[in-house]
């Protein structure tokens, strides 16, 4: 482990007045030279003493007592003193015990509410890696699942952090985390403590450490809600990784220290707006921490006082959140771009918030969070504010920990939220680790999402969570799994729309699948995948099929036509003199009992139109004069018919093989190129009679990847 450096953040404040801190204001850091010296001395403590808490440990003991007043601080300890009497004689590159670093491990965790197990496990986690103490000792002494944890974090220890090394190490990261998030919060510790100590480090080690940290582990804080990790992660890797900037930022906030005050002013007013609406409100101002104020600053030039930081207004119920956002809107002049309602519509991480900005009388425009304190809790420390989700309803722990209930629901079980599962499905499909690491930087990359709702109902979740920029395509993976290859379209908001599509927040959903599951996607569908579920997916199943993968052939395909020389029998008659020769007109083919008028044309011909046909409204427009016509005694008749599908092998084929089955027979066909993955077929045909249209038409769209069924109301295409 590295030694203790002197902390980039801290030197301008920031890490007691961050944007989300995860240290109380007013504690200060503690001094792990004092701490080491406290652990010595409570390792040499009489007899008298050993039932005492040690003094090392008090720090952890208060942390902890406030979030969880009855807690048994006994346990803790014990594993402090198996902690210190194994870790004793190792030192820090620093200098200090080495005992000092699961201290402050357990004491960052501490002060985010984790419970009793998940410290205990913080302060034994290193004990089996580094020192004799084994897994099944810790089993005995203190139980399951502190075992289980503790061999958890460390199995991600065991694998070097090497570039080469960087994808393995994070798979096992994600199995290990995949069965209890609480390994995950132990190590995003543990990270916090080394980045803080990273100063004795040579100065490339440094940045490789840094760059890990910010591609995936400020990514998965976001993810896991442990807003107070991450901040600080963030601005400690801003200051090795980019020291220009940092120094920049560090400067200008030097350069405003009285930045917030033109926020306390609004703060005042906000106050005295909700006192006198009998809002029970607590208003805060919460400086920004220095990555956010380079991010605002680059979004907006130059910076004004509010620009510092934001209002954090803080109430007891759901509904007070939306009485303050009436009352802010209503005295104050808001942002309607700022608006977001995260209550109603929480991110993937439990994050829940109003969002919106309020300009005051001068001008001054401040942004401001509206929140309960529960979910200002969850907010800072995310899962590890939820305790223990195996804890039984007596307040019990349940040993089997390593075992979740299986649960989609991202809020129902949050040791397995919905991103997680998701990232474990396809991790499992991709033995290559570099495609694994390759697409889990690009997942994690995405810090936007959107969720699109199911249409239809089922037993399915009604949402589906995709990052921003997803297609139809990531949709049908998300949803679906490897049943997706056989997915032929979507209905986007009741339109039906190509897999190209890409979804916005909100939009409705229904994907369409094939009956026959031996259809794959095409190589096109990976230059519309965003998430690697689909991504993996599509290439394993391309990968399995080469001869799918074949490219198109270059030249555009003309339409195809099939035509047999067959007449109408259906008869027409006209009043005109002469009796003049009567057809159904091409355009829109009527049958019996359908509705028409007719009109002359070259040779004395007249041509029988559906009532409604363009042809027949522009024949009018053009001052000729229709005839009246009416049918015969016959029910046989002729119709064209337009089927558009999604194209898949076999459509054809199994079209005929439907038309042939309701008696109709094929007079002409038309298959136009596929376009965006549809298919238009026009089909002129034969019927015996003309009450079983109905019929034909719905066997022609039972046919899988047949969507509607029309009659022509146009001049069909040119044949070739």
Same mark, same amino acid.
């Given at each position: 482990?590295s $030694?203790?450096?002197?902390?980039?953040?801290?030197?301008?404040?920031?890490?007691?007045?961050?944007?989300?801190?995860?240290?109380?204001?007013?504690r200060?850091?503690?001094?792990?030279?004092?701490?080491?010296?406290a652990?010595?001395?409570?390792?040499?403590?009489g007899?008298?003493m050993?039932?005492?808490?040690?003094?090392?440990?008090?720090?952890?003991?208060?942390?902890h007592?406030?979030?969880?007043?009855?807690?048994?601080?006994?346990?803790?300890?014990?594993a402090?003193?198996?902690?210190?009497?194994?870790h004793?004689?190792?030192?820090?590159?620093?200098?200090?015990?080495?005992i000092?670093?699961?201290?402050?491990?357990?004491?960052?965790?501490?002060e985010?509410?984790?419970?009793?197990?998940?410290?205990?496990?913080?302060?034994?986690?290193?004990?089996?890696?580094?020192?004799?103490?084994?897994?099944?000792?810790?089993?005995?002494?203190?139980?399951?699942?502190?075992?289980? &944890?503790?061999?958890?974090v460390?199995?991600?220890?065991?694998?070097?952090?090497?570039?080469?090394?960087?994808?393995?190490?994070?798979? +096992?990261?994600?199995v290990?985390?995949?069965?209890?998030?609480?390994?995950m919060?132990?190590?995003l510790?543990?990270?916090?403590?080394?980045?803080?100590?990273?100063?004795?480090?040579?100065?490339?080690?440094?940045?490789?450490?840094?760059?890990?940290?910010?591609?995936?582990?400020?990514?998965?804080a976001?993810?896991?809600g442990?807003?107070? &990790?991450?901040?600080?992660?963030?601005?400690?890797?801003?200051?090795i990784?980019?020291?220009?900037e940092?120094e920049?930022?560090?400067?200008?906030?030097a350069?405003?220290?009285?930045?917030?005050?033109?926020?306390?002013g609004?703060?005042?007013?906000?106050?005295?707006?909700?006192?006198?609406?009998?809002?029970?409100a607590?208003?805060?101002?919460?400086?920004?921490? *220095?990555?956010?104020v380079?991010?605002?600053?680059?979004?907006?030039?130059?910076?004004?006082?509010p620009?510092?930081?934001?209002l954090l207004v803080?109430?007891?119920?759901?509904?007070?959140c939306y009485a303050?956002?009436?009352?802010?809107?209503?005295?104050?002049?808001?942002?309607?771009s700022?608006?977001?309602? *995260?209550i109603?519509a929480?991110?993937f991480?439990?994050y829940?918030?109003?969002?919106?900005?309020?300009?005051?009388?001068?001008?001054?425009?401040?942004?401001?969070?509206?929140?309960?304190?529960?979910?200002?809790?969850?907010?800072?420390?995310?899962?590890?504010?939820?305790?223990?989700?195996?804890?039984?309803?007596?307040?019990?722990?349940?040993?089997?920990?390593?075992?979740?209930a299986?649960?989609?629901?991202?809020?129902?079980?949050?040791t397995?939220?919905?991103?997680?599962?998701?990232l474990?499905?396809?991790?499992?499909?991709?033995p290559?680790?570099?495609? *694994?690491?390759?697409?889990?930087?690009?997942?994690?990359?995405?810090?936007?999402e959107?969720?699109?709702?199911?249409?239809?109902?089922?037993?399915?979740?009604?949402?589906?969570?995709?990052?921003?920029?997803?297609?139809?395509?990531? $949709?049908?993976?998300?949803?679906?799994?490897?049943?997706?290859?056989?997915?032929?379209g979507a209905?986007?908001?009741?339109r039906?729309?190509?897999l190209?599509?890409?979804?916005?927040?909100?939009?409705?959903?229904?994907?369409?699948?094939?009956?026959?599951?031996?259809?794959?996607?095409?190589?096109?569908?990976?230059?519309?995948?965003?998430t690697?579920?689909?991504?993996?997916?599509?290439?394993?199943?391309?990968?399995?099929?080469?001869?799918?993968?074949?490219?198109?052939?270059?030249?555009?395909r003309?339409?195809?036509?099939?035509?047999?020389?067959?007449?109408?029998?259906? +008869?027409?008659?006209?009043?005109?003199?002469?009796a003049?020769?009567v057809?159904?007109?091409?355009?829109?083919?009527?049958?019996?009992?359908?509705?028409?008028?007719?009109?002359?044309?070259?040779?004395?011909?007249?041509?029988?139109?559906?009532?409604?046909?363009?042809?027949?409204?522009?024949?009018?427009?053009?001052?000729?004069?229709?005839?009246?016509?009416?049918?015969g005694?016959?029910?046989?008749?002729?119709?064209?018919?337009?089927?558009?599908?999604f194209?898949r092998?076999?459509?054809?084929?199994d079209?005929?093989?439907?038309?042939a089955?309701e008696g109709a027979?094929?007079?002409? $066909?038309?298959?136009?190129?596929?376009?965006e993955?549809?298919?238009r077929?026009t089909y002129?045909?034969q019927?015996?009679?003309a009450?079983?249209?109905?019929a034909?038409?719905?066997?022609?769209?039972?046919?899988?990847?047949?969507?509607?069924?029309?009659?022509?109301?146009?001049?069909?295409?040119?044949?070739?």
């Amino acid at each position: 482990m590295s $030694a203790e450096a002197t902390n980039p953040v801290s030197e301008a404040g920031s890490a007691t007045g961050s944007d989300a801190p995860g240290r109380r204001r007013g504690r200060p850091r503690i001094d792990l030279r004092r701490l080491g010296r406290a652990a010595l001395l409570g390792a040499t403590a009489g007899p008298a003493m050993r039932d005492r808490l040690p003094d090392a440990i008090g720090h952890v003991a208060e942390a902890h007592r406030a979030h969880h007043p009855d807690a048994d601080l006994a346990v803790l300890r014990r594993a402090y003193v198996l902690a210190e009497s194994s870790h004793r004689g190792q030192m820090r590159k620093s200098g200090e015990p080495y005992i000092t670093h699961p201290l402050a491990v357990t004491l960052i965790l501490a002060e985010l509410g984790a419970e009793t197990t998940t410290l205990t496990a913080s302060l034994l986690h290193d004990t089996v890696e580094d020192t004799e103490v084994t897994l099944d000792q810790v089993r005995r002494e203190f139980g399951d699942e502190v075992a289980y &944890l503790v061999d958890g974090v460390t199995k991600l220890e065991k694998v070097d952090y090497g570039a080469a090394a960087e994808s393995e190490t994070f798979r +096992k990261m994600l199995v290990a985390t995949g069965n209890d998030v609480r390994v995950m919060s132990i190590k995003l510790a543990d990270r916090l403590h080394n980045m803080r100590t990273l100063g004795v480090m040579r100065p490339e080690k440094q940045a490789r450490i840094a760059k890990v940290t910010r591609d995936v582990l400020i990514p998965l804080a976001e993810r896991l809600g442990v807003q107070a &990790l991450k901040t600080e992660l963030e601005d400690l890797v801003f200051a090795i990784l980019h020291p220009e900037e940092y120094e920049a930022t560090r400067a200008l906030i030097a350069r405003n220290p009285g930045a917030c005050d033109a926020l306390a002013g609004i703060a005042e007013q906000v106050s005295a707006v909700l006192r006198e609406a009998g809002i029970t409100a607590e208003v805060l101002v919460r400086p920004r921490h *220095f990555v956010s104020v380079h991010r605002v600053r680059l979004k907006r030039g130059e910076l004004r006082g509010p620009d510092f930081g934001r209002l954090l207004v803080l109430v007891g119920e759901d509904a007070d959140c939306y009485a303050v956002l009436g009352e802010l809107h209503t005295c104050f002049t808001p942002v309607v771009s700022e608006f977001k309602d *995260f209550i109603a519509a929480p991110k993937f991480n439990l994050y829940q918030s109003l969002h919106t900005a309020v300009a005051a009388p001068d001008g001054a425009v401040a942004e401001v969070l509206i929140r309960t304190h529960r979910m200002h809790k969850v907010a800072e420390a995310g899962v590890v504010a939820l305790g223990n989700p195996y804890a039984a309803p007596d307040g019990t722990e349940n040993p089997a920990a390593g075992t979740p209930a299986a649960d989609d629901s991202e809020r129902v079980d949050p040791t397995r939220p919905g991103w997680l599962s998701r990232l474990l499905d396809w991790q499992q499909s991709t033995p290559d680790p570099d495609t *694994f690491w390759t697409s889990l930087r690009a997942d994690l990359a995405q810090d936007q999402e959107i969720t699109v709702f199911r249409a239809g109902g089922g037993d399915a979740p009604g949402t589906i969570s995709l990052p921003a920029g997803a297609t139809c395509v990531d $949709a049908a993976y998300a949803e679906h799994g490897e049943a997706a290859h056989s997915c032929l379209g979507a209905r986007v908001n009741g339109r039906l729309a190509p897999l190209s599509t890409v979804l916005h927040d909100g939009d409705t959903v229904q994907l369409l699948l094939a009956q026959d599951s031996s259809s794959g996607p095409s190589p096109q569908w990976l230059d519309h995948a965003r998430t690697p579920a689909a991504r993996i997916a599509i290439t394993g199943w391309l990968q399995a099929h080469p001869e799918a993968a074949k490219p198109p052939a270059a030249a555009p395909r003309p339409p195809v036509s099939v035509t047999a020389d067959r007449h109408s029998g259906a +008869k027409l008659h006209t009043e005109l003199p002469e009796a003049p020769f009567v057809r159904p007109a091409g355009c829109c083919t009527p049958v019996p009992n359908d509705a028409i008028t007719g009109f002359v044309v070259r040779g004395g011909t007249v041509t029988a139109h559906r009532t409604g046909c363009a042809t027949a409204a522009a024949m009018r427009r053009l001052g000729r004069e229709p005839v009246t016509v009416h049918w015969g005694d016959t029910a046989e008749c002729r119709v064209t018919l337009r089927a558009e599908s999604f194209g898949r092998p076999g459509l054809l084929a199994d079209l005929t093989e439907a038309i042939a089955a309701e008696g109709a027979a094929v007079v002409s $066909a038309t298959i136009e190129p596929p376009s965006e993955q549809r298919v238009r077929h026009t089909y002129t045909l034969q019927l015996p009679d003309a009450a079983g249209l109905p019929a034909l038409m719905k066997a022609m769209r039972d046919v899988p990847g047949v969507y509607d069924v029309s009659r022509a109301r146009q001049a069909p295409p040119p044949r070739s």
